[in-house]
């Protein structure tokens, strides 16, 4: 399995309050992502990143940014969290953009209260 | 309409039989196409890639249909851990990958 870590794996926060999701990467991959799983919406991307401090948004980043500093490390910010952010955060790398297939961590389960 | 979509099922389907799901895209310059499988509450996992001539791997086959648009996985001789969601995956109009809404099978003994 690609060497991928999340953390944390669960977190219950409320209203209101800043939250950072990690994802941590062993792979050396260029690209690394951040996707949200809903019931009846399926995986959709956040944010991504290409490169070190290069990153752009997905489909449904209002409300959140994100952060590479390094090439294995890429951080998503709920700046003030809200109860529509209650999701499953799912962080993916991939060696290339167009043709290579994404490979999951295990997932952040958050609960906004 | 969705660029990705896929009967969500459920497919219920007892051991032993042979299942198939397709999954149909809308950019028909689409050029990567993948199959995952998602367990219950855990990350989505690679199955397998889908090339043009069409590939097998084991129980699994899986195809892709250029002029129809879709591609499809076949599954032979179901067993019970076959039991997952099954998503497909196409590089998207803005070269993406994006992700179908998933197919649920159920095998059941």
């Known amino acids: 399995d690609a060497g991928i870590t999340q953390s944390p794996r669960h977190k219950v926060t409320e209203t209101g309050t800043p939250v950072t999701l990690r994802c941590h990467q062993t792979e050396n991959h260029r690209y690394m992502y951040w996707y949200r799983q809903d019931p009846g919406h399926g995986l959709r991307l956040i944010h991504y990143?290409?490169?070190?401090?290069?990153?752009d948004k997905g489909e449904v980043s209002d409300g959140y940014s994100v952060s590479r500093s390094k090439t294995e490390d890429f951080l998503l910010t709920l700046e003030s969290a809200t109860s529509s952010q209650t999701s499953v955060y799912f962080c993916?790398?991939?060696?290339?953009?167009?043709?290579?297939?994404?490979?999951f961590g295990n997932g952040t389960r958050l609960t906004v209260t | 309409r969705k660029e990705v979509e896929q009967d969500p099922g459920p497919f219920n389907v007892p051991e032993g039989a042979t299942v198939a799901f397709n999954c149909t895209y809308s950019?028909?310059?689409?050029?990567?196409f993948f199959w995952y499988r998602q367990d219950c509450r855990k990350e989505p996992k690679l199955l397998m890639s889908v090339y043009s001539s069409g590939n097998e791997d084991g129980r699994f086959t899986a195809q892709l249909n250029r002029a129809s648009q879709y591609i499809s996985l076949l599954i032979r001789d179901s067993k019970l851990s076959d039991s997952a969601t099954y998503l497909c995956v196409v590089n998207d109009a803005g070269n993406m990958l994006t992700f179908g809404g998933g197919t649920r099978l159920m095998v059941k003994p």
């Open positions: 993916a790398i991939s060696q290339d953009r167009y043709n290579s297939p994404l490979h």
């Open positions: 990143s290409y490169g070190v401090k290069d990153t």
């Open positions: 950019n028909s310059a689409s050029q990567s």
